[in-house]
Each structure stands twice: as structure tokens, then as C-alpha cells.
């Protein structure tokens, strides 16, 4: 137990790390195209949030969250979606002060404590974009082509993006009517029930296998939009045919949680013939008044990065891992050998260089095994002779060629 990390939680090993800042790499590139700068907020926040938020009748706010009381008594949350956070954020500190649309973007853990055969994390990690104060459909377009760059430039071929309209509460009026009406008789698990007269859309994202096989036939949003999200919908798709970036409208996508209003979209991945979201979103026009503040419409997304490095891992897009050293420095086994070879290494790391010498006493023999292992670019050796000499032999570990030199020469040499 007691060495065994908790189910569903996964270490990114020192040997993995690179693949996690390589991927990170190319979602920053892309916010910074974009001009969106980073936001860092909390891992949890007051379970009050989500409950707005993310809307009490929802399966994330009802069967995943790992809610728990603080010493204080507080109702505390670990973050189950990152958008409530940053909204929270956006209020707090009166960014809507700033020139809008105020754009973020983030690296967070997400926690939901979902069912262990279902092969999911509960704690994954995401990286996710959030525009404040933008209100046209280019916005949508801009969020949209954001995600979908990330993965292309992370090399995944085949995607396929999804968009829908789930309208705005205008519209939801009569759609959930249409719902209401759809569902009335028909089997529905115990949460449903209760959803069925407060939130008949969020049925349609039930797990429960009754639940699900009655969704598939039920009236879909789209037949209901008003006027406007009509419009902001077809201005979108037009955007989208500019680009020539394909796309499919597929009036099943709804998104699980509450504050999506117009735009929702996926981007979809093949993986050995089956679909996979890697990214999804969606506007939010009501969230941040929803939360208290002024009203502000805004859209973003979510990428969840352990699946998207599963897909490169997949499809062999990784590069390899970077080497650890440049350099190991090998000395013989006095004080003044090894202090010689020490500051040799700190002077190479000054200079940007990445060097390491022995820390363990090793054996002449057992240092070269070392740096073979590191599988390091040179090698350079330090003993009573060199000592003496100043002049080190460098060894091309590579080439196998050698040379003798100055410490000064070596550093210009590797540098
Ligand atoms: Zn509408
Ligand atoms: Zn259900």
C-alpha cells in the first residue's frame, strides 16, 4: 500500500519527464501565437463553485467530485474542470477591467473520481484556454483552431473535429419541454428522474445503460436554437469553411457540464478504428454572472495530456529522450583529482554546458562504465598527470578521436 500510488494516479517518471515538456512546449508556442498568458489557480477551491459552476444536476458535480469538509468546517473541492477556477479568478481580481477578451491558458491536475474498470485517471492533468469578454463567433473559430494546431503540431494525424450549438437559455426553455416530453414514461435511472424536471439535457450524458439507449433517439438541440444562436452558429461554420479545416456537426455532442451555452466542440482522434476525444469545449456566456460577477461570455477547452501522450506513444511521435550529460568528468581517486574534476564541472555548467562527475569513489574502470551508461557525448580525464600539465584529454565518445587540452579550450570546444 504504502508504496503503491493511489488508484487511478499515475508518476510521470524522471525518464518520461521530457515527453510531458515537450508536449507543454508546443501548447505554450501555441498560446503565445495566440496571446494568451498563463494563469495558475488553486488545486481546490470551495465546492460552491462547482455547484454554480458546473451545475449541481451534473454527473460531475453528483458522482465524481472529491468533496470533503477542511478542519475549518469549509466544504473544499479538488478541481474536477479547470474553467470554473480561472472564471473565479477572472472575478476576483477584476480582469474584466482589462482590454477584453482577456485570454488564459493553463496547466492543471483535474480530480473526478471515476469507476476503475473504466480505465480512466482520477487525477489527469489538462491543458486548457479560456477567452473572457469575446462575443463573436471568430473567437469560437480562433479557441477552436488553437486545440486543433496543438495536435496537429504535435504530429496526430487523422483528427476530425465536432462542432454543435446547445443554444442559449432562451432556447433551452423550449428544448427542454421537447425533452420532457420525450423522456416522460420511458426508463431512466434514479438520477435522471430527479433530472427530468430541473435539467432534462444532462440525462443526456448519463452513463446508465437505460439512460443512454433512450438519448440516442431524443430531440436534438439544434432543432430548437433561437434566431441569434442560429446565426452565431452558421457565422462559425462559415469561419471554418474559410480555413478549409473540416469539420462535422454533430447534434449529439452536449458536453456534460452546465455553463456551455451556443458553440460546444470536439476534436476527435482515431485510435485502431475507434473515436477519441483528445479536446473539447465550448462557450460559456452566462458563467461568469453565474458566479457573481458581471456579465462577461467567454469560451475555451480542455486537453487532457495523459491521453494525448498515450496517442503519441501510439503513433511513435515522442522524440528521444534528450541526453543527461554532455559530459562526465573522470578522475583519479585523491582529494586534488576529484576537486580539480569537480570545479571542471562546475565551470562547464556556468557555460551551459551539462557535465556531472563521480559522487561515489568509483574505480578509473567503473567511471567510463558510468558515462556509458549516460550515454555521454565526452568524456574528460583528470589524474595526478593532467594535474601537473593542466592539459586534459577530451574523448570524443562518439568518433572515439582524443586530444589534449586546456580547460578553457575544452568549454569553447563543446560549447
Ligand atoms: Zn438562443
Ligand atoms: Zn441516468
Redesign the pocket.
Given at each position: 500500500m504504502l508504496t503503491q500510488a493511489p488508484k487511478g494516479t499515475k508518476d510521470v517518471r524522471p525518464n518520461d519527464a521530457y515527453k510531458w515538456h515537450y508536449v507543454e512546449n508546443i501548447m505554450k508556442e501555441a498560446a503565445r501565437v495566440n496571446g494568451y498568458r498563463e494563469v495558475r489557480t488553486p488545486g481546490f477551491e470551495h465546492t460552491e463553485l462547482f455547484l454554480r459552476g458546473v451545475g449541481d444536476t451534473t454527473d460531475v458535480v453528483q458522482k465524481e467530485m472529491y468533496t470533503f469538509l477542511d478542519k475549518g468546517d469549509r466544504s473544499i473541492t479538488l478541481k474536477p474542470e479547470g474553467t470554473a477556477g480561472a472564471a473565479r479568478a477572472f472575478i476576483e481580481h477584476g480582469l474584466f477591467n482589462e482590454a477584453l477578451p482577456l485570454k488564459m491558458f493553463y496547466f492543471t491536475p483535474v480530480y473526478r473520481y471515476e469507476k476503475p474498470q473504466s480505465g480512466r485517471l482520477r487525477e489527469h492533468h489538462q491543458f486548457g484556454v479560456e477567452a473572457f469578454g469575446g462575443s463573436e463567433p471568430t473567437l469560437d473559430a480562433e479557441i477552436i483552431m488553437l486545440g486543433y494546431n496543438v495536435l496537429k503540431n504535435c504530429g496526430l494525424q487523422g483528427l476530425s473535429l465536432n462542432i454543435n450549438s446547445i443554444?442559449?437559455p432562451?432556447?433551452r426553455e423550449r428544448y427542454n419541454q421537447a425533452l420532457r416530453e420525450y423522456f416522460a414514461g420511458k426508463k431512466l435511472c434514479e438520477t435522471c428522474l430527479s433530472r427530468l424536471e430541473r435539467n432534462p439535457m444532462r440525462i443526456l450524458d448519463c452513463k446508465d445503460v437505460d439512460c443512454g439507449r433512450d438519448a440516442d433517439n431524443a430531440p436534438v438541440i439544434l432543432d430548437y436554437?433561437?434566431e441569434?444562436?442560429a446565426e452565431h452558429f452558421e457565422m462559425l461554420k462559415k469561419i471554418l469553411t474559410s480555413l478549409e479545416i473540416p469539420f462535422n456537426v454533430n447534434p449529439r455532442i452536449v458536453r456534460g457540464l452546465d455553463y456551455y451555452t451556443k458553440t460546444v466542440f470536439e476534436i476527435i482522434a482515431l485510435v485502431d478504428g475507434s473515436p477519441l476525444t483528445v479536446c473539447g469545449g465550448g462557450r460559456y456566456d452566462g458563467l461568469v454572472e453565474q458566479l457573481g460577477g458581471k456579465e462577461t461570455c467567454g469560451i475555451g477547452f480542455g486537453m487532457g495530456i495523459e491521453r494525448l501522450l498515450i496517442l503519441m506513444e501510439e503513433q511513435q511521435l515522442l522524440p528521444e529522450e534528450p541526453e543527461l550529460f554532455k559530459v562526465f568528468v573522470v578522475s583519479g581517486a585523491s582529494d586534488q583529482e576529484r576537486i580539480a574534476a569537480f570545479n571542471l564541472v562546475q565551470k562547464m555548467r556556468a557555460n551551459g554546458i551539462s557535465a556531472d562527475s563521480d559522487h561515489n569513489k568509483r574505480s578509473f574502470k567503473a567511471q567510463f562504465k558510468y558515462a556509458g551508461k549516460q550515454n555521454v557525448s565526452y568524456t574528460v580525464v583528470i589524474g595526478t598527470n593532467e594535474l601537473e600539465t593542466g592539459k586534459y584529454t577530451l574523448k570524443n565518445m562518439v568518433d572515439g578521436t582524443q586530444q589534449e587540452l586546456e580547460a578553457d579550450e575544452i568549454i569553447n570546444l563543446i560549447k
Amino acid at each position: 500500500m504504502l508504496t503503491q500510488a493511489p488508484k487511478g494516479t499515475k508518476d510521470v517518471r524522471p525518464n518520461d519527464a521530457y515527453k510531458w515538456h515537450y508536449v507543454e512546449n508546443i501548447m505554450k508556442e501555441a498560446a503565445r501565437v495566440n496571446g494568451y498568458r498563463e494563469v495558475r489557480t488553486p488545486g481546490f477551491e470551495h465546492t460552491e463553485l462547482f455547484l454554480r459552476g458546473v451545475g449541481d444536476t451534473t454527473d460531475v458535480v453528483q458522482k465524481e467530485m472529491y468533496t470533503f469538509l477542511d478542519k475549518g468546517d469549509r466544504s473544499i473541492t479538488l478541481k474536477p474542470e479547470g474553467t470554473a477556477g480561472a472564471a473565479r479568478a477572472f472575478i476576483e481580481h477584476g480582469l474584466f477591467n482589462e482590454a477584453l477578451p482577456l485570454k488564459m491558458f493553463y496547466f492543471t491536475p483535474v480530480y473526478r473520481y471515476e469507476k476503475p474498470q473504466s480505465g480512466r485517471l482520477r487525477e489527469h492533468h489538462q491543458f486548457g484556454v479560456e477567452a473572457f469578454g469575446g462575443s463573436e463567433p471568430t473567437l469560437d473559430a480562433e479557441i477552436i483552431m488553437l486545440g486543433y494546431n496543438v495536435l496537429k503540431n504535435c504530429g496526430l494525424q487523422g483528427l476530425s473535429l465536432n462542432i454543435n450549438s446547445i443554444g442559449c437559455p432562451k432556447c433551452r426553455e423550449r428544448y427542454n419541454q421537447a425533452l420532457r416530453e420525450y423522456f416522460a414514461g420511458k426508463k431512466l435511472c434514479e438520477t435522471c428522474l430527479s433530472r427530468l424536471e430541473r435539467n432534462p439535457m444532462r440525462i443526456l450524458d448519463c452513463k446508465d445503460v437505460d439512460c443512454g439507449r433512450d438519448a440516442d433517439n431524443a430531440p436534438v438541440i439544434l432543432d430548437y436554437i433561437c434566431e441569434e444562436c442560429a446565426e452565431h452558429f452558421e457565422m462559425l461554420k462559415k469561419i471554418l469553411t474559410s480555413l478549409e479545416i473540416p469539420f462535422n456537426v454533430n447534434p449529439r455532442i452536449v458536453r456534460g457540464l452546465d455553463y456551455y451555452t451556443k458553440t460546444v466542440f470536439e476534436i476527435i482522434a482515431l485510435v485502431d478504428g475507434s473515436p477519441l476525444t483528445v479536446c473539447g469545449g465550448g462557450r460559456y456566456d452566462g458563467l461568469v454572472e453565474q458566479l457573481g460577477g458581471k456579465e462577461t461570455c467567454g469560451i475555451g477547452f480542455g486537453m487532457g495530456i495523459e491521453r494525448l501522450l498515450i496517442l503519441m506513444e501510439e503513433q511513435q511521435l515522442l522524440p528521444e529522450e534528450p541526453e543527461l550529460f554532455k559530459v562526465f568528468v573522470v578522475s583519479g581517486a585523491s582529494d586534488q583529482e576529484r576537486i580539480a574534476a569537480f570545479n571542471l564541472v562546475q565551470k562547464m555548467r556556468a557555460n551551459g554546458i551539462s557535465a556531472d562527475s563521480d559522487h561515489n569513489k568509483r574505480s578509473f574502470k567503473a567511471q567510463f562504465k558510468y558515462a556509458g551508461k549516460q550515454n555521454v557525448s565526452y568524456t574528460v580525464v583528470i589524474g595526478t598527470n593532467e594535474l601537473e600539465t593542466g592539459k586534459y584529454t577530451l574523448k570524443n565518445m562518439v568518433d572515439g578521436t582524443q586530444q589534449e587540452l586546456e580547460a578553457d579550450e575544452i568549454i569553447n570546444l563543446i560549447k
